[in-house]
């Protein structure tokens, strides 16, 4: 793997390992049964996103603290739907950035 393939592995890595956290911690915090268990099921496929990239990239990665602090601090104040609509539109451009990676 060249620097900068590597390089993107890694920050794939990093969102994956932050994302997982951000929704386990959202699914905790939340009072809706039905939303915490969609929350879980999100996480745990972020949780396999990461372990793949892990496998590409063969070290562990630390999450980002500050997004998962923003996140959490966002969906408090503004909602669980807004901070959720933020990660979506993030999530769309990851999805992007992988297609153009595999290619």
């Known amino acids: 793997m060249d620097a900068q393939a590597r390089k993107y592995a890694l920050d794939a890595q990093r969102t994956e390992i932050s994302e997982y956290q951000i929704y386990k911690r959202l699914?905790?915090?939340?009072r809706n049964a039905k939303n915490a268990e969609?929350?879980?099921r999100?996480?745990?496929q972020e949780k396999q996103h990461a372990a793949y990239w892990e496998l590409k990239t063969g070290q562990q990665?630390?999450?980002d603290k500050w997004r998962l602090?923003?996140?959490l601090l966002l969906?408090?104040?503004l909602?669980?739907?807004?901070?959720?609509?933020l990660m979506e539109e993030?999530?769309?451009?990851?999805?992007?950035?992988?297609?153009r990676q595999a290619k």
């Not at 699914?27 to 939340?30: D, E, H, S, V």
């Not at 909602?79 to 609509?85: D, E, N, Q, V």
């Open 27 to 30: 699914a905790r915090k939340t």
């Open 69 to 71: 602090y923003r996140t």
């Open 75 to 77: 969906a408090r104040f």
């Open 79 to 85: 909602g669980l739907s807004f901070a959720l609509k």
């Open 38 to 40: 969609v929350l879980n």
């Open 42 to 44: 999100i996480a745990e």
């Open 90 to 99: 993030k999530e769309g451009t990851g999805a992007d950035n992988y297609v």
């Open 61 to 63: 990665v630390k999450s």
